[in-house]
Each structure stands twice: as structure tokens, then as C-alpha cells.
């Protein structure tokens, strides 16, 4: 199931936060939280939902048995085979087309992939238990001593499909004693109606538009046309995935989870650096130290460090070279920020800073959208094909008039400012009543336009393609 | 102090519960069982509710038909939809003169045509039912009216041709003729705009240059270039008018040795009100405040109008030629009341002229006006007739045949394949 659909809205989510508040016994509010989670699995993979269920057992089993041995020798097997499973299981089921393509063209060989296909979230729960179980041997962090809780954790359907990656640490203590406040329930409705405005009226109409120029015949694009349809993918994935984690947050507020903050703000980022640290934070911080320090961080052979992290880094985004590439493009740039392009560009106005992120990062996003290389190569043609005869088109700027307004809206919300309009009135004017109201209306106004485009995306006339 | 935290407290409440009540309503609201099962605006089938079976249920096909399902259902839908369109056309300026639509899931559109095709033909005047399409790129909107844009290509027209020849070497006796309908934009695109299509007259010319010697050609375009200011085709549909549809038949008369009926004293009805398939698919509302309609004429000669059948070429049930039932957004159906695989006239003019006619949905408002002319008209839907073509030919007797299409469907690989496979 998907957050932004009408029967999550409608019957999901509603009936779930009913059963969840009807009684106040924690380990009622425990298992409808995990009935709901698997149901919302199954919703998409119901034959899936075993290897979740399986794959929990075995890090839940491998943490206990760390805690057992700790001190000893036997200790490190339960981490060996945490790393080993949740490994195997990504290549089994994420890699193995990839990895067998590979071989096979490099070997001349002709094996066959089992091709399984991609279980939902398999790259999220993987990393949240090897996180855990890593945590637990590290005593960082207490091993969960209820499988139900454990499950819970891993199941959790706020994050289950596209994130955050949720440490165990964080909400270790949630897990087993949660305080739901009403204060945090309102703030997750709001921030919920916010990640679903922003999916819904944001990213999917930038979808639209994504498709119509990048999908189309490229050879007969514009420059202009290939500009445009590549900023229309820097507005989609953003709002698209940050609109996502905003719904998860939401939702964890709304049962009583505190989870970290997965985006700030990413296009005003000053470098490629600073970008990273506020795109996919649970994601970056989670190879920092889970990766990158192991290795030896900024200690010894930093280059290296950094270009492993960002190969797998691009990996981890899918199963394609473009992936690997997208990673060692910012790979690229973050070692010559560390060399020295930061130290010049803090002697800059900071306004170059910012030109300069974007310059890198937009273009970056080419790379990431096709994997077909071919194809990659002709839109990156396009794109600096300046000059040519055919650098503009009419429909073009029909789009661009046609979405203006909405274009505007959403290149402010790329920006802090309502942020810190949010923040002026809150702290200076002390929440005033017209401030408290507008902002229950808006949640209703965001709602009401989500599910007016959620319907109308059914609307789908049968006519004329038929004559 | 407490008199904030009280008043904070209480905002918090009313957030949560108008959220979690709203969509809890919604909720039982949906679960109120719908009696539609056709959404007539979108003239499709809504998506019924699953039927259970294992491998349904394990593959997520179960649950994804539930949540089409769902969608499809939804109270108020038909509202919420227009919220939806009036909010998309309020996120930029809409240009009073232009206005371009994308048609975003015509992929889905098609697959779906594929699931629920035929029954919508023969048991009611749904219309114009092509079982697959073509990818249209664009409507274009222009002084409340609605076009589409020709963009096809001079291989796909000569391969049109082709298929045209080899009716005409394999049929000798038989007189062939071909009919191009142009389309609408073709007389109305001003100089700014030129670029939005192909002109519809060099590929016409492509085509009837690739065409044997002996295919007549009737030049249809050109005569409806003269009346380019009158009502030959609709605002909101992708149609022509009868009126159209008579200024072709008059240039057909002329390549065929034919004196044209003339429509001064002939009497008429119309269906008014009618808002089209471009209109369904934009809904925009300057074609919403242009409505179509639908005139067709009630000559004075009799004729008897047969239903025929793709099983049984001896098969003909006595019907009548308008399906005068048609009405709102199916209102050019009332010419031969729709897309009917193989239909036939006779008339009182016994001169041995026999003539058949293949056609997609342009050929409808075409085909009533040889009543005047021909002893015999058969009709054949090129999309939906499945029958023995040439035998049927034969049985009845025909020796002229006429290939009557739009533009479009004269450049679409599915057309031109329909068409060739009628000989099989």
C-alpha cells in the first residue's frame, strides 16, 4: 500500500489510529501496530511478507545471542551472520539480474538470475537491522528481548517502504515505553498533510511533466525542452521522496515515534558536501558510521574510504551502472571539496557556493533517471547542444504558462521560507488564535486538494484513441 | 498562563479530531455500495470488485484491482474530479486562444480498451469503440474549439496505399476508390501555429501518388477547404459533421460520375447539446460553453437497412439507419447507429451500382448520403468485422468499393493492419 492512495486515507489509516487509541494498554497498542504494518505489506507483496517476518527472526535471534556471548569469541559469529544474511539477501533478490549481466558479459558465460523481483523496502529493513544488530554488539544499545516488539520495529509501515532508516537506537526506548502526547498527534497530522500535499500536488504533477520530456523521443527535444524536463525530475524526486519521509514522520508522531529528520532543505545546500548532509540523512549517516568510520573515516586512506562509500552509496539506489556512476559523480566532487575546493569557496560569497551545488547536483540527476546508457548520452547531448536550431519550442512555453504559478510555489517551497515565516509567528507573535486556525484550514485545504487529484487521477476517458 | 496551553490544548483536539473525522465519514461513506457500473462521461466500464483467487492474491493483482476499484467508486467522484481539473487549470495562466492537453495514461486507456471492448458496442449506442488506439500526442484548444494534430509520416502513408493496391489487383471488375479525410485543424491553423502539424494536403497527395492509376481519388479536401467557414466539423468531438461528411460525398459524386443529392429541400433533426470526446478528454471549459450538435438527415427516398454479421454472410436483420436513441456524449452515433461491424442499404435506385465501403468512424456520417445515389451500400467497420470480406464482396454483388478514412487512422499502423487483414 501507498501512503498517498484513497483507501490508505480513508479506511487505513483512520481505522488504525481508532483501534491503536481504543484501549490504553501498551501491548494492545503493540499488536495493532503490527497487524496493521504486515497488512500493509501484504497490501503490495503479500508473498513477501514471510522473507520480512523470517529476516526479523534471524537478527532478533543473532542480537540475543550476541548479548549472550558478549565478551567472548562467539560473540562476532552473531554479527557475521547478521552482515552475511541481510547481505545475501540483498543480492538475492536486489542484485542478482545485475550481478549475473555482469558476469556474464565479462566471462562470456551464460548463467541465469533467479529474478525473484524486488521485495518492497528490502533496502531500508535490511540496513535498519544490520544497524541494530551492529548497535547491540557495539552496546550502544540494549537487544530487544520481545520478538513482537522486534517485529514491530521492523516492520513499522510509517518507514517500512521508502524510509527514513529508522535506527533502533533512536527509538529503542519508544519501542518499549512510548508516551503518546496529544500536542505530538496534532504536529503529525499537520506534518503528515504537508509530506502528502507535497507527494500528491507537488511531485506528481512534476511526474507529469518528467514523463512527457524525458520519456519522449529524445532526438526531437529542444535544448530548452531537456533543461526543463531534467528540472522537472530535480523538483519530482525531491518533493516525491521528501514528501514521503514528512508522511512517515507524521505518521510516527501520531503514535508516538520520534523519528530523525531525513531531508533540510537539500537545493540550498552551499556544496556537494553540505548537500549530502541534508538529502537522505538517514541514508548518508547510516554509511558514515556503518561504513566510512569502519574504515577508517578521514584517519587513513581517506580517497579510498570515500570512493567505496560512494560506489555503494550509488549502488544501494538500484540495481544499474547509472546508480554506480550517479554515486562516483558526487564521489568526485566531495574529494575535491575535501582537497580544497571547500576551503576556496569559503573565501567566495556565498551565493557562488549555492550556484555551484546546483550547478553539479541538477545535472547529477541525469544520470540517476536513465538507466539505459544509450539514452543517457543523448539526453546529456541535448542538454548542451546550446545554440542549435532547435532550442525552444511553442509547447514549451505553453507548459511554462500553463504551470506558472505552480512552478513559482514550488520553487519557494524548495527554500526555507515558510520555515521561517512558521517560526517568526510562532516565536515572536506567541501563536496567535487567526495563526492556530489558519493552520488547522490549511491541513484541511492540503487534504481536500490531495484527494480531489487522487480521484480525478482515475479519470481516465475511454474515447478517441479508439476511433 | 494555563489559559494558552488550554487554548493550544484545544486547537491540537479540534486538528486531530476534523482530520481523523473527515476521513473516517469519507470512509463509511465509501463503503456504501455504488450502483454504476458504466461511468458514461468517460464512456468506460468502472473497475468491478475482484473476484478472490489464490494466485490473485499472491501475484497482488487482488489488491491492486481493489484499489482501482476503490478509486473508481468513490463518493462524489464525478465532483472531485472536477475540483481536480478546475485546480489544474488554475496553477498557471490559461491563454484565452490556446490552450495544448497532454492525454497522460492513454497507455491505460488502451489496455484497458482491450478488456472491455465489444458488449458496449453491440448492446447499446455506446460509441466509437477502437479496441486499440494510437499514442495522440496532443489536443489542441483554439477559439473553443478543440483539434488534433496530424503529425503522420510518408512511409506510413505509403504503406496505407499498399494495402489499398493489393484490394484493387486482387478485385478486377470492382471499381476503387479512396477518400482522405483531412482534419479540422487543417483549415483553421493560422500562421503562429503552423508548426503544430504536419499539412494534411501533401500527405493526402503521398498517398493517392502512391495509389495504382486506376484507384479513383477524390479529392474531399479540397472541397471542404471551400466551405471551410461552415459547420463541417465539431467543436468538442474529433468528428465531422453531416455537413462535412455531404461536401466529401459531393466530391466523391463528381469522381464517380454522380449527381449530389442536394440538402436544400431535405428535412432534418438534430441532437443538441453535445459534448464531445475532446471534450471528455480536456474538459475544458471553453468547449464546455461551445457545445455541439448532431444533425442528420431524413432523406426522401426509402431504403431498407440491414444489420449484418462477421459469422454469417447471408445474415441480415432488418434495422434502420439512425440510431436515433444516441444522445449526450454519444450522439454522433445516430448515423448508422455506431461502430457496427457490417451493415447494408437498398435502395429503390435500381441501376446496378453496388458499392462497398470500408470505413472507421468518419464513414458514419458518409455513408447515409449514397442512399441517393446506389442501388446497394455495404458498410464495413475495417476495426470490427472479422468476416470472410471478400466472399461477402462477392454475395453481394459489389462492384465499386470505397476506402474511406480519416488522416489519422490513413498513418496508424493499427488501421492500416485492420484493413490489410479484412482478406484473409
Same mark, same amino acid.
Given at each position: 500500500?501507498?501512503?498517498?492512495?484513497?483507501?490508505?486515507?480513508?479506511?487505513?489509516? *483512520?481505522?488504525?489510529?481508532?483501534?491503536?487509541?481504543?484501549?490504553?494498554?501498551?501491548?494492545?497498542?503493540?499488536?495493532?501496530?503490527?497487524?496493521?504494518?504486515?497488512?500493509?505489506?501484504?497490501?503490495?507483496?503479500?508473498?513477501?511478507?514471510?522473507?520480512?517476518?523470517?529476516?526479523?527472526?534471524?537478527?532478533?535471534?543473532?542480537?540475543?545471542?550476541?548479548?549472550?556471548?558478549?565478551?567472548?569469541?562467539?560473540?562476532?559469529?552473531?554479527?557475521?551472520?547478521?552482515?552475511?544474511?541481510?547481505?545475501?539477501?540483498?543480492?538475492?533478490?536486489?542484485?542478482?539480474?545485475?550481478?549475473?549481466?555482469?558476469?556474464?558479459?565479462?566471462?562470456?558465460?551464460?548463467?541465469?538470475?533467479?529474478?525473484?523481483?524486488?521485495?518492497?523496502?528490502?533496502?531500508?529493513?535490511?540496513?535498519?537491522?544490520?544497524?541494530?544488530?551492529?548497535?547491540?554488539?557495539?552496546?550502544?544499545?540494549?537487544?530487544? %528481548?520481545?520478538?513482537?516488539?522486534?517485529?514491530?520495529?521492523?516492520?513499522?509501515?510509517?518507514?517500512?517502504?521508502?524510509? *527514513?532508516?529508522?535506527?533502533?537506537?533512536?527509538?529503542?526506548?519508544?519501542?518499549?515505553?512510548?508516551?503518546?502526547?496529544?500536542? !505530538?498527534?496534532?504536529?503529525?497530522?499537520?506534518?503528515?498533510?504537508?509530506?502528502?500535499?507535497?507527494?500528491?500536488?507537488?511531485?506528481?504533477?512534476?511526474?507529469?511533466?518528467?514523463?512527457?520530456?524525458?520519456?519522449?523521443?529524445?532526438?526531437?527535444?529542444?535544448?530548452?525542452?531537456?533543461?526543463?524536463?531534467?528540472?522537472?525530475?530535480?523538483?519530482?524526486?525531491?518533493?516525491?521522496?521528501?514528501?514521503?519521509?514528512?508522511?512517515?514522520?507524521?505518521?510516527?508522531?501520531?503514535?508516538?515515534?520520534?523519528?530523525?529528520?531525513?531531508?533540510?532543505?537539500?537545493?540550498?545546500?552551499?556544496?556537494?558536501?553540505?548537500?549530502?548532509?541534508?538529502?537522505?540523512?538517514?541514508?548518508?549517516?547510516?554509511?558514515?558510521?556503518?561504513?566510512?568510520?569502519?574504515?577508517?573515516?578521514?584517519?587513513?586512506?581517506?580517497?579510498?574510504?570515500?570512493?567505496?562509500?560512494?560506489?555503494?552509496?550509488?549502488?544501494?539506489?538500484?540495481?544499474?551502472?547509472?546508480?554506480?556512476?550517479?554515486?562516483?559523480?558526487?564521489?568526485?566532487?566531495?574529494?575535491?571539496?575535501?582537497?580544497?575546493?571547500? %576551503?576556496?569557496?569559503?573565501?567566495?560569497?556565498?551565493?557562488?557556493?549555492?550556484?555551484?551545488?546546483?550547478?553539479?547536483?541538477?545535472?547529477?540527476?541525469?544520470? @540517476?533517471?536513465?538507466?539505459?546508457?544509450?539514452?543517457?548520452?543523448?539526453?546529456?547531448?541535448?542538454?548542451?547542444?546550446?545554440?542549435?536550431?532547435?532550442?525552444?519550442?511553442?509547447?514549451?512555453?505553453?507548459?511554462?504558462?500553463?504551470?506558472?504559478?505552480?512552478?513559482? @510555489?514550488?520553487?519557494?517551497?524548495?527554500? *526555507?521560507?515558510?520555515?521561517?515565516?512558521? !517560526?517568526?509567528?510562532?516565536?515572536?507573535?506567541?501563536? *496567535?488564535?487567526? @495563526?492556530?486556525?489558519?493552520?488547522?484550514?490549511?491541513?484541511?485545504?492540503?487534504?481536500?486538494?490531495?484527494?480531489?487529484?487522487?480521484?480525478?487521477?482515475?479519470?481516465?476517458?475511454?474515447?478517441?484513441?479508439?476511433f | 498562563?494555563?489559559?494558552?496551553?488550554?487554548?493550544?490544548?484545544?486547537?491540537?483536539?479540534?486538528?486531530?479530531?476534523?482530520?481523523?473525522?473527515?476521513?473516517?465519514?469519507?470512509?463509511?461513506?465509501?463503503?456504501?455500495?455504488?450502483?454504476?457500473?458504466?461511468?458514461?462521461?468517460?464512456?468506460?466500464?468502472?473497475?468491478?470488485?475482484?473476484?478472490?483467487?489464490?494466485?490473485?492474491?499472491?501475484?497482488?493483482?487482488?489488491?491492486?484491482?481493489?484499489?482501482?476499484?476503490?478509486?473508481?467508486?468513490?463518493?462524489?467522484?464525478?465532483?472531485?474530479?472536477?475540483?481536480?481539473?478546475?485546480?489544474?487549470?488554475?496553477?498557471?495562466?490559461?491563454?484565452?486562444?490556446?490552450?495544448?492537453?497532454?492525454?497522460?495514461?492513454?497507455?491505460?486507456?488502451?489496455?484497458?480498451?482491450?478488456?472491455?471492448?465489444?458488449?458496449?458496442i453491440?448492446?447499446?449506442?455506446?460509441?466509437?469503440?477502437?479496441?486499440?488506439?494510437?499514442?495522440?500526442?496532443?489536443?489542441?484548444?483554439?477559439?473553443?474549439?478543440?483539434?488534433?494534430?496530424?503529425?503522420?509520416?510518408?512511409?506510413?502513408g505509403a504503406s496505407y496505399a499498399n494495402v489499398i493496391n493489393s484490394y484493387n489487383r486482387s478485385l478486377p471488375g470492382v471499381q476503387v476508390y479512396n477518400l482522405i479525410i483531412p482534419?479540422?485543424?487543417?483549415?483553421?491553423?493560422?500562421?503562429?501555429?503552423?508548426?503544430?502539424?504536419?499539412?494534411?494536403?501533401?500527405?493526402i497527395e503521398h498517398i493517392y501518388n502512391t495509389l495504382d492509376s486506376n484507384i479513383k481519388k477524390v479529392w474531399a479536401i479540397d472541397e471542404l477547404?471551400?466551405?471551410?467557414?461552415?459547420?463541417?466539423?465539431?467543436?468538442?468531438?474529433?468528428h465531422w459533421?453531416s455537413l462535412g461528411a455531404y461536401y466529401a460525398y459531393r466530391a466523391f459524386c463528381q469522381t464517380a460520375g454522380l449527381v449530389p443529392v442536394s440538402l436544400?429541400?431535405i428535412?432534418?433533426?438534430?441532437?443538441?447539446?453535445?459534448?464531445?470526446?475532446?471534450?471528455? $478528454?480536456?474538459?475544458?471549459?471553453? $468547449?464546455?460553453?461551445?457545445?455541439?450538435?448532431?444533425?442528420y438527415y431524413l432523406f426522401k427516398d426509402s431504403v431498407n437497412f440491414y444489420v449484418g454479421s462477421s459469422n454469417n454472410i447471408s445474415y441480415w436483420n432488418k434495422s434502420k439507419m439512425y440510431g436515433?436513441?444516441?444522445?449526450?456524449?454519444?450522439?454522433?452515433?445516430v448515423f448508422l447507429q455506431g461502430d457496427l461491424p457490417i451493415v447494408k442499404m437498398e435502395t429503390q435506385h435500381k441501376n446496378g451500382r453496388k458499392i462497398a465501403i470500408v470505413k472507421e468512424s468518419y464513414g458514419n456520417a458518409f455513408a447515409p448520403y449514397l442512399i441517393n445515389n446506389y442501388e446497394k451500400v455495404v458498410v464495413v467497420d475495417q476495426r470490427y468485422y472479422t468476416g470472410d470480406f471478400m466472399t461477402m464482396l462477392k454475395a453481394e454483388g459489389i462492384n465499386e468499393l470505397l476506402f474511406i478514412n480519416n488522416i489519422f487512422a490513413a498513418h496508424t499502423?493499427f488501421h492500416i493492419e485492420k484493413i490489410k487483414n479484412l482478406r484473409k
Amino acid at each position: 500500500m501507498v501512503f498517498a492512495s484513497l483507501i490508505f486515507l480513508f479506511l487505513f489509516l *483512520p481505522l488504525n489510529l481508532l483501534l491503536y487509541y481504543s484501549s490504553k494498554n501498551a501491548n494492545w497498542r503493540n499488536w495493532v501496530l503490527i497487524i496493521f504494518s504486515l497488512a500493509f505489506y501484504s497490501w503490495g507483496e503479500p508473498i513477501w511478507i514471510t522473507l520480512m517476518i523470517f529476516s526479523a527472526l534471524i537478527d532478533y535471534i543473532n542480537a540475543l545471542w550476541i548479548e549472550k556471548y558478549r565478551g567472548t569469541k562467539w560473540a562476532k559469529l552473531g554479527i557475521v551472520s547478521t552482515i552475511f544474511f541481510n547481505l545475501g539477501l540483498l543480492i538475492t533478490f536486489k542484485y542478482d539480474v545485475f550481478i549475473v549481466e555482469n558476469v556474464n558479459s565479462i566471462f562470456d558465460t551464460s548463467f541465469t538470475s533467479p529474478g525473484y523481483g524486488l521485495p518492497i523496502g528490502i533496502s531500508f529493513y535490511t540496513f535498519q537491522t544490520i544497524s541494530y544488530v551492529v548497535d547491540v554488539y557495539r552496546g550502544d544499545v540494549k537487544a530487544q %528481548k520481545s520478538f513482537p516488539k522486534f517485529l514491530m520495529f521492523v516492520s513499522l509501515f510509517h518507514q517500512l517502504v521508502a524510509g *527514513p532508516i529508522v535506527r533502533y537506537a533512536h527509538i529503542a526506548d519508544e519501542i518499549d515505553n512510548r508516551k503518546e502526547k496529544l500536542s !505530538d498527534i496534532s504536529k503529525g497530522v499537520t506534518r503528515f498533510c504537508i509530506g502528502l500535499f507535497k507527494k500528491v500536488v507537488i511531485a506528481n504533477i512534476a511526474a507529469e511533466l518528467v514523463a512527457k520530456y524525458m520519456d519522449a523521443d529524445i532526438g526531437g527535444l529542444s535544448t530548452g525542452a531537456a533543461w526543463f524536463g531534467l528540472l522537472m525530475f530535480a523538483i519530482q524526486i525531491y518533493f516525491d521522496f521528501s514528501g514521503y519521509s514528512d508522511m512517515a514522520i507524521g505518521l510516527g508522531w501520531m503514535f508516538g515515534f520520534h523519528y530523525h529528520e531525513n531531508f533540510k532543505y537539500p537545493y540550498t545546500a552551499t556544496s556537494i558536501t553540505d548537500f549530502w548532509r541534508r538529502w537522505h540523512i538517514s541514508l548518508g549517516t547510516f554509511f558514515k558510521d556503518y561504513l566510512y568510520i569502519p574504515l577508517g573515516g578521514n584517519r587513513k586512506r581517506v580517497y579510498l574510504n570515500l570512493f567505496i562509500v560512494w560506489f555503494l552509496t550509488g549502488m544501494w539506489h538500484g540495481a544499474s551502472w547509472n546508480f554506480i556512476f550517479w554515486g562516483l559523480y558526487f564521489f568526485v566532487f566531495i574529494a575535491l571539496e575535501k582537497a580544497f575546493l571547500l %576551503k576556496w569557496l569559503s573565501k567566495l560569497p556565498k551565493f557562488i557556493s549555492h550556484v555551484y551545488a546546483l550547478i553539479i547536483i541538477i545535472p547529477g540527476w541525469v544520470i @540517476f533517471y536513465f538507466t539505459d546508457t544509450a539514452k543517457l548520452g543523448a539526453y546529456v547531448e541535448k542538454l548542451f547542444s546550446f545554440g542549435a536550431a532547435n532550442a525552444w519550442s511553442a509547447e514549451l512555453t505553453n507548459d511554462i504558462t500553463t504551470n506558472l504559478f505552480w512552478l513559482i @510555489f514550488t520553487v519557494i517551497l524548495c527554500m *526555507p521560507v515558510f520555515h521561517k515565516v512558521h !517560526d517568526t509567528i510562532e516565536n515572536k507573535l506567541k501563536k *496567535p488564535a487567526y @495563526f492556530q486556525v489558519g493552520s488547522i484550514g490549511l491541513n484541511i485545504v492540503f487534504l481536500f486538494l490531495c484527494v480531489a487529484q487522487l480521484v480525478g487521477k482515475s479519470y481516465n476517458p475511454f474515447i478517441y484513441f479508439r476511433f | 498562563m494555563s489559559e494558552i496551553t488550554n487554548n493550544g490544548r484545544r486547537t491540537q483536539l479540534i486538528n486531530v479530531i476534523l482530520f481523523v473525522g473527515l476521513l473516517t465519514v469519507g470512509g463509511i461513506a465509501s463503503l456504501v455500495p455504488k450502483k454504476e457500473t458504466i461511468s458514461e462521461i468517460e464512456n468506460r466500464k468502472l473497475t468491478p470488485f475482484p473476484t478472490y483467487s489464490d494466485s490473485a492474491l499472491w501475484s497482488g493483482e487482488y489488491f491492486r484491482q481493489l484499489d482501482l476499484y476503490y478509486s473508481d467508486n468513490f463518493p462524489l467522484r464525478n465532483k472531485w474530479i472536477n475540483v481536480s481539473s478546475d485546480f489544474r487549470s488554475s496553477i498557471g495562466f490559461q491563454s484565452s486562444e490556446i490552450k495544448m492537453y497532454d492525454p497522460t495514461n492513454d497507455t491505460e486507456a488502451n489496455e484497458k480498451a482491450d478488456t472491455t471492448k465489444k458488449e458496449e458496442i453491440i448492446s447499446g449506442p455506446l460509441p466509437d469503440d477502437g479496441a486499440v488506439g494510437e499514442v495522440k500526442k496532443r489536443v489542441f484548444v483554439f477559439k473553443n474549439r478543440a483539434f488534433e494534430m496530424f503529425g503522420g509520416g510518408p512511409a506510413m502513408g505509403a504503406s496505407y496505399a499498399n494495402v489499398i493496391n493489393s484490394y484493387n489487383r486482387s478485385l478486377p471488375g470492382v471499381q476503387v476508390y479512396n477518400l482522405i479525410i483531412p482534419v479540422a485543424l487543417e483549415f483553421e491553423i493560422t500562421e503562429k501555429y503552423a508548426k503544430l502539424q504536419k499539412p494534411n494536403r501533401p500527405a493526402i497527395e503521398h498517398i493517392y501518388n502512391t495509389l495504382d492509376s486506376n484507384i479513383k481519388k477524390v479529392w474531399a479536401i479540397d472541397e471542404l477547404r471551400k466551405h471551410r467557414s461552415e459547420y463541417i466539423y465539431f467543436n468538442t468531438d474529433h468528428h465531422w459533421t453531416s455537413l462535412g461528411a455531404y461536401y466529401a460525398y459531393r466530391a466523391f459524386c463528381q469522381t464517380a460520375g454522380l449527381v449530389p443529392v442536394s440538402l436544400d429541400t431535405i428535412a432534418y433533426k438534430t441532437k443538441a447539446s453535445f459534448l464531445g470526446s475532446l471534450y471528455r $478528454l480536456t474538459r475544458d471549459k471553453g $468547449l464546455q460553453s461551445n457545445p455541439d450538435s448532431v444533425r442528420y438527415y431524413l432523406f426522401k427516398d426509402s431504403v431498407n437497412f440491414y444489420v449484418g454479421s462477421s459469422n454469417n454472410i447471408s445474415y441480415w436483420n432488418k434495422s434502420k439507419m439512425y440510431g436515433e436513441g444516441a444522445s449526450g456524449p454519444n450522439s454522433y452515433s445516430v448515423f448508422l447507429q455506431g461502430d457496427l461491424p457490417i451493415v447494408k442499404m437498398e435502395t429503390q435506385h435500381k441501376n446496378g451500382r453496388k458499392i462497398a465501403i470500408v470505413k472507421e468512424s468518419y464513414g458514419n456520417a458518409f455513408a447515409p448520403y449514397l442512399i441517393n445515389n446506389y442501388e446497394k451500400v455495404v458498410v464495413v467497420d475495417q476495426r470490427y468485422y472479422t468476416g470472410d470480406f471478400m466472399t461477402m464482396l462477392k454475395a453481394e454483388g459489389i462492384n465499386e468499393l470505397l476506402f474511406i478514412n480519416n488522416i489519422f487512422a490513413a498513418h496508424t499502423p493499427f488501421h492500416i493492419e485492420k484493413i490489410k487483414n479484412l482478406r484473409k
